[in-house]
């Protein structure tokens, strides 16, 4: 059967030709033209946010979480553009960590060029195992809108809910950005430990587990070691039982030196702060017959609150203490562990292991 040349229109050999060359052409060029001009385009528009943004890149950070950051924070328009616009220029191993200050409406390819330049404040690391004090005297040299009277004033009752890490600052962040900061991360550590099975089956109070897990960070720095000194810990407390830790007692003897008198003034004040051994492994006698309820040779159960900052190990380890046979521990002078049953294997291991 014959089409009507009147109703359909026929291409010939040679009009077959050129459709095909045009078809040839949009897939080759004028496509990738327009793939290439849209993707200029879209890097370089201004991001929707109109107001300036503050950004710390952790160390270590993923390229999915800083895109996801940077999205939710309104720095930039679009995650999947940000990854592919690294990815494509291989960027993301020239990002510095730091904290950044991104203008409004700054483009998705000034924001990486930003993220490559390092940045603009100062790295501060609080180890874990210290006191507010410690954290204090460090922040105060390196800040210079930091009080440290005023820290330790607003700080009290937080022992050991700064979170202990590296944070980024601005050179004139004050003690108000410095317990902000470590506050929320360790709500967020908290926030995420308390979704675990773990704790949910936990016979301890939040405030206990911060006291365990502070006087784990002074008694252990192994994992393993962490689990089964916990739960010997924990297994006592219960008990009743004196636990006689004598880190407890390094707290209280360091805090009566710093304030030997109760004052209206904040107490310690900074020159004094730095005179101070904090941790002095020297205890006498006389030290461990005060009246403190620090002291835990002669108090039985916890001090009234942590002695220190603690990491997210020790956190782990309180929560996923281990069970075992064992109701004592101590270290050598090599800092290898040694556990008893019973009082009379301690002594021994004493006898044994730390007696000239």
């Given at each position: 059967m014959e089409?009507?040349?009147?109703?359909?229109f026929s291409?010939?050999?040679?009009?077959?030709?050129?459709l095909?060359?045009?078809?040839l052409?949009?897939i080759?060029v004028?496509l990738?033209?327009?793939?290439?001009?849209?993707?200029?385009?879209?890097v370089?528009?201004?991001?929707?946010?109109?107001?300036?943004?503050?950004?710390?890149?952790?160390?270590?950070?993923?390229?999915?979480?800083?895109?996801?950051?940077?999205?939710?924070?309104?720095?930039?328009n679009?995650?999947?553009?940000f990854?592919l616009?690294?990815k494509?220029?291989r960027?993301?191993?020239?990002f510095?960590?730091?904290?950044?200050?991104?203008?409004?409406?700054?483009?998705?390819?000034?924001?990486?060029?930003?993220?490559?330049?390092?940045?603009?404040g100062?790295s501060?690391t609080?180890v874990?195992g210290?006191r507010?004090?410690?954290?204090?005297?460090v922040?105060?040299?390196?800040l210079?809108?930091?009080?440290?009277?005023?820290?330790i004033?607003?700080?009290?009752?937080?022992?050991g809910?700064?979170?202990?890490?590296t944070?980024?600052?601005?050179?004139?962040?004050?003690?108000d950005?410095?317990?902000?900061?470590?506050?929320?991360?360790?709500?967020?550590?908290m926030?995420k430990?308390?979704?675990?099975e773990n704790y949910k089956?936990?016979?301890?109070?939040?405030?206990e587990i911060?006291?365990?897990?502070?006087?784990l960070?002074?008694?252990?720095?192994?994992?393993e070691?962490r689990?089964?000194?916990?739960?010997?810990?924990?297994?006592?407390?219960?008990?009743?039982e004196?636990?006689?830790?004598?880190?407890?007692?390094q707290?209280?003897?360091?805090?009566?030196?710093?304030c030997?008198?109760?004052?209206?003034?904040?107490?310690?004040?900074?020159e004094t702060?730095?005179?101070?051994?904090?941790?002095?492994p020297?205890?006498?006698?006389?030290?461990l017959?005060q009246d403190?309820?620090?002291n835990?040779?002669?108090?039985?159960?916890l001090?009234?609150?942590?002695?220190?900052?603690?990491?997210?190990?020790?956190l782990?380890?309180?929560?996923?203490?281990?069970?075992s046979?064992?109701?004592?521990?101590?270290?050598?002078?090599?800092?290898?562990?040694?556990?008893?049953?019973?009082?009379a294997d301690?002594?021994?291991?004493?006898?044994?292991?730390?007696s000239?």
């Amino acid at each position: 059967m014959e089409l009507d040349a009147k109703k359909f229109f026929s291409l010939n050999p040679k009009q077959r030709k050129y459709l095909k060359l045009l078809n040839l052409l949009l897939i080759l060029v004028v496509l990738p033209l327009s793939i290439y001009f849209y993707f200029d385009y879209a890097v370089n528009r201004p991001s929707q946010n109109y107001k300036e943004v503050n950004y710390n890149l952790k160390e270590g950070a993923s390229l999915e979480s800083i895109a996801k950051d940077l999205r939710e924070l309104g720095v930039i328009n679009s995650e999947n553009l940000f990854t592919l616009y690294v990815k494509i220029y291989r960027l993301y191993p020239k990002f510095k960590s730091g904290i950044y200050t991104f203008p409004s409406g700054a483009s998705l390819k000034e924001v990486c060029n930003q993220l490559q330049s390092g940045s603009n404040g100062i790295s501060i690391t609080f180890v874990e195992g210290r006191r507010l004090e410690e954290y204090g005297i460090v922040a105060a040299s390196k800040l210079s809108s930091f009080n440290f009277e005023k820290f330790i004033e607003k700080t009290k009752g937080l022992e050991g809910q700064l979170f202990p890490d590296t944070y980024f600052f601005y050179t004139s962040a004050t003690e108000d950005d410095v317990i902000r900061v470590m506050r929320n991360n360790f709500d967020n550590k908290m926030d995420k430990l308390r979704k675990s099975e773990n704790y949910k089956k936990t016979k301890l109070t939040d405030n206990e587990i911060y006291i365990v897990a502070s006087l784990l960070e002074k008694e252990s720095f192994r994992g393993e070691e962490r689990r089964i000194i916990a739960g010997i810990i924990i297994r006592r407390l219960l008990r009743g039982e004196i636990l006689g830790i004598d880190a407890s007692n390094q707290y209280g003897i360091a805090s009566k030196k710093a304030c030997p008198e109760i004052t209206k003034k904040t107490c310690p004040d900074l020159e004094t702060a730095k005179k101070i051994k904090w941790w002095d492994p020297n205890i006498t006698l006389s030290d461990l017959r005060q009246d403190s309820p620090y002291n835990l040779r002669l108090n039985a159960g916890l001090p009234p609150q942590p002695i220190s900052s603690f990491s997210e190990e020790s956190l782990q380890a309180v929560i996923e203490n281990k069970d075992s046979p064992y109701n004592f521990y101590l270290h050598d002078r090599q800092g290898n562990i040694h556990y008893g049953v019973t009082l009379a294997d301690h002594e021994a291991n004493i006898s044994r292991y730390l007696s000239n």
